[in-house]
């Protein structure tokens, strides 16, 4: 087997598995309700992480020299 091959079967099997489990969590209604808890809860740090990360991504693309506002 390659590792070309290798990467290919893993990521069908990984993708096999996340749709198996995005199956099972929308059958069942507790687990939606727990699931939209959990992205609720998650939606604020996880915008304030993607912001941090693109301004930071803008300053270090400024050029030498550059000053910041």
């Known amino acids: 087997m390659t590792e070309q091959h290798a990467r290919v079967t893993a990521t069908a099997v990984m993708a096999?598995?996340?749709?198996g489990a995005a199956v099972i969590v929308l059958r069942s209604p507790s687990l939606r309700r727990m699931v939209g808890g959990l992205v609720k809860a998650s939606a604020a740090p996880l915008s304030v992480y993607a912001m941090r990360t693109v301004h930071d991504a803008w300053e270090a693309s400024a050029p030498p020299g550059a000053r910041a506002v």
């Open 16 to 19: 096999a598995a996340a749709i």
